[in-house]
């Protein structure tokens, strides 16, 4: 969860990596917002890389995603 302490305008960045097994998922929180309302899918590869940039008005924190470094 994001949180009571988002900060309106602040951008917030994730790197989401994968354990060597792999599969790992992450469950959004309600102040997480998405394109089309659809939270994505994560990079499930063992290693793989996802990098999150969140951006915040204060009460939401709606996310942009670039999927899958290796």
Not at 13 to 25: D, F, P, W, Y
Not at 56 to 62: A, E, F, P, R, V
Request: zero cysteines.
């Amino acid at each position: 969860s994001g949180g009571t302490n988002i900060q309106n305008g602040a951008v917030y960045t994730m790197i989401l990596k994968q354990n060597a097994s792999g599969s790992r998922v992450v469950n959004w929180g309600s102040e997480y917002k998405w394109q089309s309302g659809i939270a994505p899918v994560l990079s499930s590869t063992a290693n793989a890389v996802d990098i999150i940039t969140l951006i915040s008005d204060g009460t939401s924190l709606y996310g942009l995603i670039a999927k899958d470094f290796r």
